[in-house]
């Protein structure tokens, strides 16, 4: 069973980096797309970006509305994936769900999330 | 693509059938189409994608349709671990996007 648990700071301050690892455990980052998303309170659900470990040439993909400030890296000796956001702001706190894509082409849907990451904004 | 989902909120009974619906900006492709269930304090969870097929483990109380720009998610037999909100997502078109969901009470 795949399971994947979210690990960081719960308070940033503003104009600071967010980190935020996602480790997976129960199968290898091998063949499936790693994805971020957050959810603000009482707000829909964002696509912030994804990684795909076997394809070196095609690694990484972003929101285009978050592109400028995010950045996601690897680490398969560890089995974790992680996530870093500049520049935060207010606007940022939410609670982010690292989650594993089941992929067709341009995007796919979420069949494993991380229990989810509450991460404030404030200074 | 902006997905828009209604009704808002359902307040339904047990045993109770409800329909839910999803209705995209425009066409989705191939009908790349998901659903989730949200309890509360908990993470989304899979129920339907390719916009009719369950994802393993959910019961056959839980079916979806359509094609196009209109869907809907359909439970019956209403349980009260039916509560919670639910949501839809395309990943047809990048980047995937979300609806703003439904609310489902059981009274």
């Known amino acids: 069973q795949v399971q994947l648990q979210e690990s960081g700071p719960g308070l940033v301050k503003p104009s600071e980096t967010l980190s935020l690892t996602c480790t997976v455990s129960g199968g290898s980052l091998s063949l499936y797309y790693w994805t971020w998303i957050r959810q603000p309170a009482g707000k829909r659900l964002e696509w912030i970006g994804r990684v795909y470990p076997s394809n070196p040439s095609n690694l990484w993909h972003y929101n285009p509305s978050l592109k400028s400030r995010v950045s996601m890296s690897l680490d398969t000796s560890k089995n974790q994936f992680s996530l870093n956001l500049t520049s935060l702001t207010a606007a940022d706190t939410a609670v982010y769900y690292c989650?594993?894509?089941?992929?067709?082409?341009?995007?796919?849907?979420?069949?494993?999330w991380g229990q989810g990451a509450l991460v404030t904004v404030s200074s | 693509i902006v997905l828009t989902q209604s009704p808002g909120t359902l307040s339904l009974s047990p045993g109770d059938r409800v329909t839910l619906s999803c209705r995209a900006s425009?066409?989705?492709?191939?009908?790349?189409l998901a659903w989730y269930q949200q309890r509360p304090g908990q993470p989304p969870r899979l129920l339907i994608y390719?916009?009719?097929s369950r994802a393993t483990g959910i019961p056959d109380r839980f079916s979806g349709s359509g094609s196009g720009t209109d869907f809907t998610l359909t439970i019956t037999r209403l349980e009260p671990e039916d509560l919670g909100v639910y949501y839809c997502q395309q990943y047809g078109t990048s980047p995937s996007s979300f609806g703003q969901g439904t609310k489902l009470e059981i009274k």
């Open positions: 390719g916009a009719s």
């Open positions: 989650a594993r894509e089941d992929s067709y082409g341009h995007g796919g849907f979420y069949d494993y």
């Open positions: 425009q066409s989705v492709s191939t009908n790349y």
